[in-house]
């Protein structure tokens, strides 16, 4: 049995944008998150967050500060009905030789291997290119790139849908 799964970039994809965040306080939901997932839910998806944390690797904050965050995000999704199934980061910077950094597909592939998840039957929604590309490394071809209100390069960009936001996601995936 496989399964299909919905992967979320986090920041600007689930929470506003804002630099090295890792305060609760600082934590934003953006408008219509849990009504997607409550959708992604009723269409039989499961959902897993993949996200790069190089504030750790810089150390504007720890793997502890990070853990905390995610733990009262994931009490949150869970107070609207959703269950996110895993959470994956990769705390590495940019100089890094890791394979978890995005575009890298390291993070994918090891959701795929632990859950046994069906990619062609799977979607990738994110706010940058790096999201794109290492979906489609992973052998993911459903992505879709949310402008999220920063400026995207819509005609450079290998997504095959483009929205303003994670709410308009319905109106994409559909099966
Ligand atoms: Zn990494």
């Given at each position: 049995?496989?399964?299909?799964?919905?992967?979320?970039?986090?920041?600007?994809?689930?929470?506003?944008?804002?630099?090295?965040?890792?305060?609760?306080?600082?934590?934003?939901?953006?408008?219509?998150?849990?009504?997607?997932?409550?959708?992604?839910?009723?269409?039989?998806?499961?959902?897993?967050?993949?996200?790069?944390?190089?504030?750790?690797?810089?150390?504007?904050?720890?793997?502890?500060?990070?853990?905390?965050?995610?733990?009262?995000?994931?009490?949150?999704?869970?107070?609207?009905?959703?269950?996110?199934?895993?959470?994956?980061?990769?705390?590495h910077?940019?100089?890094s030789?890791c394979?978890c950094?995005?575009?890298?597909?390291?993070?994918?592939?090891?959701?795929?291997?632990?859950?046994?998840?069906?990619?062609?039957?799977?979607?990738?929604?994110?706010?940058?290119?790096?999201?794109?590309?290492?979906?489609?490394?992973?052998?993911?071809?459903?992505?879709?790139?949310?402008?999220?209100?920063?400026?995207?390069?819509?005609?450079?960009?290998?997504?095959?849908?483009?929205?303003?936001?994670?709410?308009?996601?319905?109106?994409?995936?559909?099966?």
């Amino acid at each position: 049995m496989t399964i299909k799964t919905i992967f979320l970039d986090r920041d600007g994809v689930i929470n506003k944008e804002a630099e090295y965040l890792f305060r609760i306080s600082d934590f934003e939901f953006i408008e219509g998150v849990f009504d997607a997932c409550l959708y992604f839910h009723n269409l039989g998806y499961k959902i897993i967050i993949i996200s790069n944390q190089s504030g750790i690797a810089r150390g504007y904050y720890n793997e502890n500060d990070y853990l905390k965050l995610t733990e009262w995000m994931l009490g949150q999704f869970n107070d609207n009905g959703i269950n996110i199934l895993d959470t994956f980061y990769c705390p590495h910077g940019p100089e890094s030789s890791c394979n978890c950094r995005k575009p890298k597909p390291g993070m994918l592939i090891e959701a795929k291997d632990k859950y046994n998840i069906s990619m062609k039957d799977s979607w990738m929604i994110g706010d940058s290119e790096s999201d794109i590309k290492a979906a489609n490394a992973a052998g993911i071809s459903n992505t879709i790139l949310v402008k999220s209100g920063h400026l995207v390069d819509e005609s450079n960009s290998n997504s095959k849908f483009t929205i303003d936001s994670i709410k308009q996601s319905k109106e994409v995936i559909k099966i």
